[in-house]
């Protein structure tokens, strides 16, 4: 837009006495005189046009326009698409655009063997006309779109895109290899933090402030601590993978006492669930809620780890058993009992 808004920005039109008049003049006299125009007509050039419309029939031989830059040099002369009729003469010419932004256009006609010349200084059209060029964003620097231009001077940025950030693993960002230490700018390496600080980043427990700062001596809210201790305490679990599907559940899992896993070591995710693991883990979200009574069914022994699960289950109409005595409490659980369970437990 900024370029269509340039393009358009000028017409000139000025109209002048000619001086001498001896050659030009026309048989009765009348004044002779000429009209200079100046437009733009494209993006990567600026159009010049100069017309002398003259009361009667001269000799003309000779027809140019000549530029010149601020110092005087001569940039551009032109001579061809000269139209020359007997009553008017008109240049017409396209300048490739230099960057100069002030320039002086020295039009000339030759008539009569005599040099008539017609000076006058005009601001150039601004044209950013290297055409333009995406910088991707970096860890730390923000993309953006580069206007270019042959000046030198005037080239300008906008569009801009967010940095990314560094994503480390093993302690070094993946996307520009930095170092974790290396990344922040106010972690030195002999700083009492800057192991723990390393440690951190890399096990995901906090990527700083920023893409260049920890802030180390900045004040810990009581949200980022128990996010950060929640963070390093981790599922425990060997067969559970940071980014699983069921990673960030296990966690809450596990946090919530809702299970403890099949050992120390082990969930075991891939492992089908009993019947009585389920209301097991059910009764255990909800809180573990007393419930009086008796569960009635004669395979759950009073003490076994489902059975307040199974009697909390019975009494909320969860369940009633796979038959009037038995709750099958190590029978799969199928993902139709297993939603039924949780649609009857709302």
Known sequence: MKKRLLSWLLVLVMVMSIAPMSALAAENNEPAWEQYVMSAVDYEHARFSFAAVFGKSVNITKTGIDLYNSTGKLTYSAKDDVNISSSRIKIDYTVPYRGKTLMTAELYVVADGEKYVYSFEFNMIHIHDTGDKIIEPTCTEKGYTLHGCTCDTSAYKDTYTPALGHEFVDG????????????????????????????????????????????????????????????????????????????EAVKWAVANGITKGTDATHFSPNATCTRGQVVTFMYRAEGEPAVGGNVGFVDVAPGSYCYEAVKWAVANGITKGTDATHFSPNATCTRGQVVTFLYRAQ
Do not use: E
């Open 172 to 247: 070094k960002c993946i996307r520009c290899g930095i170092d974790v230490l290396d990344a922040f700018t106010d972690v030195k390496r002999d700083s009492y933090c800057a192991d723990a600080v390393q440690w951190a980043v890399a096990n995901g427990i906090t990527k700083g402030t920023d893409a260049t700062h920890f802030s180390p001596n900045a004040g810990c809210t009581r949200g980022q601590v128990v996010t950060f201790l929640w963070r390093a305490a981790g599922v425990g679990f060997v067969d559970v993978a940071p980014g699983s599907y069921c990673y």
